[in-house]
C-alpha cells in the first residue's frame, strides 16, 4: 500500500490484474520516463518503436479476442491505460487509438477478410491504425459530417477530411466514416492508397508526445470490400468512442496520480521558513483534497471497469466517468503546479506537461459539456443535444 492508496485499494484488483499493471509500470518506467520530457519540448514520439514495444507485451487491442490479441479484462486494460497516461498522456493515446478505436472498430465491425488482413498485424504494432471521425467543422457533432461516399459501379469515391486525428501521419491504415445514401458508414482506407494524404498538425501546446494529423481525401477509389459491412449508421462510431473512453476514464487517475506523487515527494522534501512545505496546513488540506479525489476517481474507473467485465457498462456510466475524472484530473494537475511554485512550470517535473494534456482530453472523444448532456439525457429522459 502506497501513501496515496488511502482507501488500500491494490487487495481489490486479481493477482494477473496486478501482474499485467506492474508489468506496464515497469516499461513506461524504462522505455518512456526517461525520455518524455525530451519528446515533449520537441514535439515529437517514437511512435512505431513504441507501438512494437506495446505490441510484444500485447497491449495492442489487449481488451479484444483472437487475431492475435490478448482478450484480457476490461479492468486489465484499464490498468494499462492508467500507467501508460502516468508518463503521458500522449503515449497512451497512441495505445488507446490502436486498440479501442481502430483495431475494435474493424474487430467489431470488419468482415472477416479485414479482421485477418489488419487485426494480426495491428496487434504486434508493425501496422498503425487511425481513426477518422472528427472533421474541420464537425468535432462534437459528427451527425453533421461533411465527408462523403458514393457508389461508382461496384467501388466506393471517398471525398471529405478529417482533422486532429491521432496516429495519422504514420498509420497504415485509416477507419474513416463517411455519409452515403444510406446513412452514415466505415471503410477500412489504406494509407498508401492514390488520394488519400496526411498532413502532421504542429505547433501543437499539448499532447507534444503524439502524432497528430488531418487527413485529405480527395475522390479516393477504394473496392467494396473496403466497407466495414456490420457498421450501419452513426451507432457504429459511436460504440468505438465508448470503448476509448474507458480507457481514458483510467488514464486521467494514472496522470493525476503522477502530479500527486511528484508533488507529495517535493512538498516533504523541500523547506520553506525552516520546515517543509507539507509541514503547513494549507498545503496539507490541499494535498487531502487531492488524494481524496484521487481515491475517488480510482473507485469510479475500477467500478466501471467491473461492469464492463460483466458485460453490463453502459455509454452513460462511461460518461460519468469520463467527465469525473478528467475533470478531476486536470484540478488536481493544477493544484499541484501551485505547491510547485516556479518549479510548477518547469519540464523538469510533469506537472505542468500533465496539465496542458489534459487539456486535450478534457475536450477529445467528447466535451465535458457533451458528457453532461448524455448524462443529463439520463437522468431526464430528454434530449438537450438540439
Known sequence: MT???????????????????DVVRRLVDDRVRPHVADWYEEGRVP???????????????????GYGCAGASAVAYGLACQELEAADSGVRSLMSVQGSLAMYAIWRYGSEEQKQRWLPPMATGEAIGCFGLTEPDHGSDPGSMATRARRDGDDWM???????????PIADVAVIWARTDDGVRGFAVPM?????????????????ASLTGEISLDDVRLPAAAQLPEAVG??????????????????????????????????????????????FQL??????????????????????????DAGRLRPDQV???????????????????????????????????????????????????????????????LSAFA
Open 158 to 168: 471517398l471525398t471529405g477530411g478529417k482533422m486532429w486525428i491521432t496516429n495519422a
Open 192 to 208: 498508401d492508397t492514390p488520394g488519400v494524404t496526411a498532413r502532421e498538425i504542429r505547433r501543437k501546446m499539448s499532447l507534444r
Open 234 to 279: 452513426l451507432k457504429a462510431p459511436l460504440s468505438c468512442l465508448t470503448e476509448a473512453r474507458h480507457g481514458i476514464v483510467w488514464g486521467a487517475v494514472g496522470a493525476a496520480r503522477d502530479c500527486l506523487e511528484t508533488t507529495l515527494a517535493y512538498a516533504t522534501t523541500r523547506t520553506q521558513f525552516g520546515r517543509p512545505l507539507a509541514g
Open 283 to 308: 498545503t496539507q488540506a490541499k494535498l487531502a483534497d487531492m488524494a481524496v479525489e484521487l481515491v475517488k476517481a480510482q473507485l469510479l474507473a475500477l467500478h466501471l471497469g467491473r461492469l464492463a
Open 47 to 65: 511512435a512505431r518503436e513504441l507501438a512494437r514495444e506495446f505490441g510484444k507485451l500485447g497491449l495492442l487491442g489487449m481488451h479484444l479476442s
Open 319 to 381: 460518461s460519468v466517468g469520463k467527465l469525473n475524472n478528467v475533470r478531476e484530473a486536470l484540478a488536481i494537475a493544477r493544484q499541484c503546479r501551485t505547491i510547485l511554485g516556479a518549479n510548477g512550470v518547469s519540464g523538469e517535473y510533469p506537472v505542468l506537461r500533465h496539465a496542458n494534456n489534459l487539456e486535450s482530453v478534457l475536450t477529445y472523444e467528447g466535451t465535458s459539456e457533451i458528457h453532461q448532456l448524455i448524462v443529463g439525457q439520463r437522468l431526464t429522459g
Open 3 to 21: 501513501a496515496l492508496d488511502l482507501l488500500d485499494l491494490d487487495p481489490s484488483l486479481t493477482e494477473e490484474e496486478r501482474q499485467i499493471r
